[in-house]
């Protein structure tokens, strides 16, 4: 059965990082661009980070650029987010996601690879 889990969220104080991983079965990992996003309170999810199948090419949201770091390691079928100079404004459930385009996980448009999985908090205090 095809699934993903996120691990990695807790509280973290205003200037911290935290490294999120998101672990895949079911599918063949390398095939298909994989992303980040994330759904605060009251708000709609939005995209945060998006990298290609071979690890070749990434994209970030304007809000997390220079701060945040996608990577993956496709020998373990995971992905990861590595978050620094945390903000209060980056409090939200982060989730991991694939598609068959980039452009689909950019624009969170299109069939997602997964059903979405429980996903993992992440909570930055000032």
């Known amino acids: 059965q095809a699934q993903l889990v996120e691990l990695g969220g807790g509280l973290v104080q205003a200037g911290g990082s935290l490294r999120l991983s998101c672990a895949a079965s079911?599918?063949?990992?390398?095939?298909?661009?994989m992303g980040w996003f994330r759904q605060a309170p009251g708000k709609e999810r939005e995209f945060v980070a998006a990298i290609t199948g071979n690890g070749g090419s990434t994209w970030y949201s304007d809000s997390v650029k220079g701060r945040f770091t996608i990577s993956r390691d496709n020998a373990k079928n995971t992905l990861y987010l590595q978050m620094n100079s945390l903000e209060p404004e980056d409090t939200a459930v982060y989730y991991c996601?694939?598609?068959?385009?980039?452009?689909?996980?950019?624009?969170?448009?299109?069939?997602?690879?997964?059903?979405w999985g429980q996903g993992t908090r992440v909570t930055v205090s000032s």
């Open positions: 996601n694939a598609a068959p385009r980039y452009t689909d996980l950019i624009l969170l448009q299109g069939a997602f690879t997964y059903d």
């Open positions: 079911g599918r063949t990992f390398t095939t298909y661009p």
